[in-house]
């Protein structure tokens, strides 16, 4: 793989994972960490980088994609699991949470007069026609959308940096790695990772890496590159965070903290900057989930629903749940995502070590472990309904579930011991 074409696949995968939510946590975790924002920063990068980047790498590693999860935990629960994933951020929340992102912040604040309904036209058509074409995603993706989102971004941080007010306070909660690791698993992208590893795995394809070294080693490259960019953009946006945020921010939204930041430094052009920032974090997120959800469509119906036809059919569907509006998709987003996610996060550690670990019985195990303890966590935070939730290991840190799946995946390998199981290579 040659040099150039590692970076772009390392600026596709990097503008992928940045959407609207990675671009307001760190400011917030910046503001109440205060002159402790690099403890914060470490908290949140190992949970949302590290944890991200490693759940790709972990695909091409034990497999070829949404392929090694099916390999670990069998056919049709890692169907399920893979549908559940890839249809939920592509199709019903993250992607027409894309638009309806963009609208809240760059044009209602210019004019809220414009309807909804008539931006997400304009918008869901912009998609389309970028991902229309499988074959040039990475490079629609790499060439062109990250370049303007990253100059945007770095055009804030510096003008932040520079800024000769910024006075750092002390910080204004003693929980600050909690919160850090907590708001990290809030905006984790490792959900996606079956999606965008497939749009990956086609690219590498397109270049000619067919063998498992080749491709594993072009996967490390994207994903290290991919990591490095957004270690260093959540630095800067932390460090401003904390050096312009003032205490009686506290309590504003996280969106609402970075306009108030970005209008305190660039006024009402700031504004409209952030604007275009959070359009293009929310345009590059959307174009790499539709092509990821038509990709998965189309292998899962063995090329009975081609790739075009697919887009198009995600196209319609995401303009009807965008115009639901930003609050209602969120509300309904939360209490799914606290189900769906840990037993995506277990299944994909364990891959790493899928040389050591192979039987199924160990994924399945801890995969159900951690579907059943994030259903009781989501009972409780959703609905307060199971106030002993509070109680379990790991809780305030967003961990919850851990338990459940340490117990399931002990389980799973005591069973396997006393009745040795056909033993599934997943490497």
């Given at each position: 793989?040659k040099?150039?074409d ?6 596709a995968?990097?503008a992928m994972?940045f959407?609207?939510?990675?671009l307001?946590?760190?400011?917030y ?11 914060a ?12 980047c490693?759940?790709?790498y972990?695909?091409?590693y ?8 099916s ?5 049709k629960?890692g ?11 592509g199709?019903f ?9 963009t609208?809240e ?5 210019i ?9 997400s ?6 998609v389309y ?6 074959t ?7 060439r062109?959308l ?6 945007s971004i770095l ?5 932040g940096i520079?800024?000769p007010?910024g006075?750092m306070?002390q ?14 698993y809030?905006?984790?992208?490792i959900i996606?990772?079956?999606?965008f590893s497939?749009?990956l795995?086609q ?16 996967a490390a490259?994207?994903c290290?590159i991919?990591?490095?960019i ?5 630095a800067?946006?932390?460090y401003?965070?904390a ?6 921010l ?8 970075l ?5 305190q ?12 920032i ?6 590059t ?9 038509a ?9 009975k ?7 198009i059919?995600?196209?319609v569907?995401n ?7 930003l ?8 209490p799914?995502?606290t189900?769906?996610v840990?037993p995506?996060i277990v299944?994909?550690l364990?891959?790493?070590a ?7 019985l160990?994924?399945q195990?801890?995969a159900?472990g951690?579907?059943?303890g ?6 409780q935070d ?6 002993i939730v ?7 840190y967003?961990?919850?579930w ?6 399931g995946g002990?389980l799973?390998?005591?069973?396997t ?10 490497a």
């Amino acid at each position: 793989m040659k040099k150039k074409d590692l970076l772009v696949s390392g600026l596709a995968l990097f503008a992928m994972f940045f959407g609207a939510g990675n671009l307001i946590f760190p400011p917030y975790l910046g503001l109440m960490s205060g002159r402790l924002w690099p403890l914060a920063l470490l908290g949140f990068i190992s949970i949302e980088v590290v944890m991200s980047c490693l759940g790709i790498y972990a695909l091409f590693y034990a497999g070829d994609g949404p392929e090694a999860i099916s390999n670990a935990v069998g056919k049709k629960a890692g169907m399920l699991l893979n549908s559940a994933a890839i249809f939920l951020t592509g199709i019903f929340i993250a992607a027409p949470r894309t638009a309806a992102t963009t609208y809240e912040m760059l044009v209602k604040p210019i004019n809220s007069h414009i309807p909804l309904w008539a931006f997400s036209i304009v918008f869901f058509a912009v998609v389309y026609l970028l991902t229309r074409r499988q074959t040039s995603l990475v490079d629609v993706i790499g060439r062109f959308l990250t370049p303007i989102l990253t100059i945007s971004i770095l055009v804030l941080i510096v003008i932040g940096i520079m800024s000769p007010d910024g006075k750092m306070h002390q910080p204004l909660t003693s929980q600050i790695m909690p919160l850090s690791i907590q708001t990290g698993y809030q905006a984790m992208d490792i959900i996606t990772a079956a999606g965008f590893s497939l749009i990956l795995g086609q690219n590498f394809a397109n270049m000619g890496l067919h063998t498992r070294k080749e491709r594993l080693k072009a996967a490390a490259g994207t994903c290290f590159i991919a990591g490095m960019i957004l270690a260093a953009i959540y630095a800067g946006l932390a460090y401003i965070g904390a050096a312009l945020g003032v205490p009686g921010l506290k309590d504003v939204s996280q969106a609402a903290l970075l306009v108030a930041i970005t209008s305190q430094l660039l006024g009402s052009f700031g504004v409209r900057l952030l604007g275009l920032i959070t359009a293009c974090a929310c345009l590059t997120t959307c174009v790499g989930l539709f092509g990821a959800t038509a990709s998965y469509i189309d292998e899962l119906s063995h090329g009975k629903i081609k790739y075009s036809k697919a887009i198009i059919l995600i196209t319609v569907i995401n303009f009807i749940i965008c115009n639901l509006g930003l609050t209602r998709i969120i509300k309904f987003a939360s209490p799914i995502l606290t189900v769906i996610v840990p037993p995506i996060i277990v299944i994909l550690l364990l891959l790493l070590a899928s040389k050591f670990v192979k039987a199924q019985l160990i994924y399945q195990g801890a995969a159900l472990g951690a579907l059943v303890g994030g259903f009781l966590v989501m009972l409780q935070d959703s609905f307060k309904l199971l106030p002993i939730v509070k109680e379990f290991p790991l809780y305030n840190y967003g961990f919850g579930w851990m338990l459940f799946a340490f117990i399931g995946g002990l389980l799973g390998l005591v069973i396997t011991k006393l009745k040795p199981q056909p033993v599934k290579e997943t490497a």
